[in-house]
T-cell receptor, first 114, second 112 residues
Framework: RKEVEQDPGPFNVPEGATVAFNCTYS??????FFWYRQDCRKEPKLLMS???SGNEDGRFTAQLNRASQYISLLIRDSKLSDSATYLC???????????????FGKGTHLIIQP | NAGVTQTPKFQVLKTGQSMTLQCAQD?????MYWYRQDPGMGLRLIYY???????DKGEVPNGYNVSRLNKREFSLRLESAAPSQTSVYFC???????????FGNGTRLTVT
C-alpha cells in the first residue's frame, strides 16, 4: 500500500448535494492528519485538521478511523466555490512530529456543477 | 499581512542555466520548507530549515541547494537546470516546526 492514497476523481457533484471522500494511509503509527484545499494553479491551504473524535467546521466534517487507517472528508450542501482539489496530509510517526515529516496525497478533484 | 511570498511567479530556463527562487515569510516562523509539485504526484519535500542556521535534505534534494539567509528568508538554487526540474515550486513555513504549513503562491518553472 502506498503511504497516502486518494481517489483522484474527478467527483462531479450537483450543487447542494453531499459528497464524501476518503484517504487511506499505510503507517498505523501516523500521528496527525489534515485536509488541505488547492484551487487550480494556486497554493494549498489548510482546510482543517482531523481529530481522533472527528470534527466539524461549518459544512465540513472530518473523521479518522484508526482501525481501518483512513480519514474522510464530508461536505454538506455543496457550493460551486467548493470545486477544488482536496489533499490528504499525514504526519509520519518517524519524523518526531516535525512538519518535515508530512506526506501529501495526490489529491481528489471535486467539481460542483450548477 | 503577506504571509509567505515567493518570487518569481514564472520562469523559463534553458538546460544548464542557473537560478535562485526566493521566499520570505513575515509570520516569525522558525521553520521553512521547499516543495515541488508535479502532475499526478503529491507535494514532495526538497529541503527544509528547522531554524535559522540549519538546513536539511528532504525527499528529493538532488540538483538543488538552499540558503537560510535569516529567519525570514529561505532561497532555493538550481545550479544547472534540467528538464526534469520543470515543476511548480512551493515555499512554506510553520510555527515551531509543527504542522500545519503555510504556503506561498508558487513558482512555475519550465526548463527547456
Amino acid at each position: 500500500r502506498k503511504e497516502v492514497e486518494q481517489d483522484p476523481g474527478p467527483f462531479n457533484v450537483p450543487e447542494g448535494a453531499t459528497v464524501a471522500f476518503n484517504c487511506t494511509y499505510s503507517n498505523s503509527a501516523s500521528q496527525s492528519f489534515f485536509w488541505y484545499r488547492q484551487d487550480c494553479r494556486k497554493e494549498p491551504k489548510l482546510l482543517m485538521s482531523v481529530y481522533s473524535s472527528g470534527n466539524e467546521d461549518g459544512r465540513f466534517t472530518a473523521q479518522l478511523n484508526r482501525a481501518s487507517q483512513y480519514i474522510s472528508l464530508l461536505i454538506r450542501d455543496s457550493k460551486l466555490s467548493d470545486s477544488a482539489t482536496y489533499l490528504c496530509v499525514v504526519l509520519r510517526s518517524s519524523s518526531g512530529g516535525g512538519a518535515d515529516g508530512l506526506t501529501f496525497g495526490k489529491g481528489t478533484h471535486l467539481i460542483i456543477q450548477p | 499581512n503577506a504571509g509567505v511570498t515567493q518570487t518569481p511567479k514564472f520562469q523559463v530556463l534553458k538546460t544548464g542555466q542557473s537560478m535562485t527562487l526566493q521566499c520570505a515569510q513575515d509570520m516569525n516562523h522558525n521553520s521553512m520548507y521547499w516543495y515541488r509539485q508535479d502532475p499526478g504526484m503529491g507535494l514532495r519535500l526538497i529541503y527544509y530549515s528547522a531554524s535559522e542556521g540549519t538546513t536539511d535534505k528532504g525527499e528529493v534534494p538532488n540538483g538543488y541547494n538552499v540558503s537560510r539567509l535569516n529567519k525570514r528568508e529561505f532561497s532555493l538554487r538550481l545550479e544547472s537546470a534540467a528538464p526534469s526540474q520543470t515543476s511548480v515550486y512551493f515555499c512554506a513555513s510553520s510555527e515551531g516546526g509543527l504542522p500545519p504549513l503555510h504556503f506561498g503562491n508558487g513558482t512555475r518553472l519550465t526548463v527547456t
